[in-house]
């Protein structure tokens, strides 16, 4: 069945450096989507891609989409405190159900 | 505008006893799902309905069932708790399931099964 890998399973940073979670589907994927969970709290949704090699931004947050949409990653620029969290990769293989990827916690250092 | 609603939000319970988790929502939308979180594997699906009535199973099904009488409610039932159902889960809802919208989350119904 359909199976989704994020990497890296942890990270830590220094306030102010980059952080990069990379997730791969072993299926082609119709759509992609990601995910922050706050610490204690519940999935909130952060982007949808659909397109091959999309790329979207939101502030300091960089989305890809893989030109095989198998693959896909979140870049967020100069961390900040407000990041910790961790981040969640969900795909669709065009059925009904999303599949989420492990994530990856991020650890932000003041 | 309450959003996903899930009830209760703790719960302990024996090996061997029932019980069931409702999840409400009021956004109108067609598609729920219920997830399982546990540290370091994510959410994984449990079972998932595309309409009232209907129902079909995720990836870890296995000592759970679920219904929709309703479309705003989907509920989910263990029938004997195990040690191995403590986890946390996740009641989800979306406007369009198949190349499926964004997910609402519920705030979460932590489980523990001594």
């Known amino acids: 069945g359909q199976q989704v890998m994020q990497i890296p399973q942890y990270q830590h940073v220094q306030e102010g450096e980059d952080f990069t979670t990379y997730c791969n589907s072993s299926?082609?994927?119709?759509?992609i989507q990601w995910y922050k969970q706050r610490p204690g709290g519940h999935p909130v949704f952060l982007i949808q891609?659909?397109?091959?090699?999309e790329v979207k931004k939101q502030k300091r947050l960089t989305f890809q989409f893989g030109e095989a949409k198998k693959n896909s990653s979140l870049h967020i620029t100069a961390t900040q405190t407000t990041d910790v969290g961790t981040y969640f990769c969900?795909?669709?293989?065009?059925?009904?159900?999303?599949?989420f990827g492990a994530g990856t916690r991020l650890f932000v250092k003041a | 505008n309450a959003g996903v609603t899930q009830t209760p939000k703790f719960r302990v319970l024996k090996t061997g006893q029932s019980m069931t988790l409702l999840c409400a929502q009021d956004?109108?939308?067609?598609?729920m799902y219920w997830y399982r979180q546990d540290p370091g594997m994510g959410l994984r699906l449990i079972h998932y309905?595309?309409?009232?009535?209907?129902?079909a199973k995720g990836e870890v099904p296995d000592g759970y069932n679920v219904s929709r009488l309703k479309k705003q409610n989907f509920l989910l039932g263990l029938e004997s708790a195990a040690p191995s159902q403590t986890s946390v889960y996740f009641c989800?809802?979306?406007?369009?399931?198949?190349?499926?919208?964004?997910?609402?989350f519920g705030e979460g119904s932590r489980l523990t099964v001594l």
């Open positions: 299926t082609t994927l119709s759509n």
């Open positions: 956004m109108n939308h067609e598609y």
């Open positions: 309905s595309v309409g009232e009535g209907t129902t």
């Open positions: 989800a809802s979306s406007f369009s399931g198949r190349e499926t919208g964004e997910l609402f």
């Open positions: 891609l659909v397109k091959s090699g």
């Open positions: 969900a795909g669709s293989d065009g059925g009904f159900k999303t599949i």
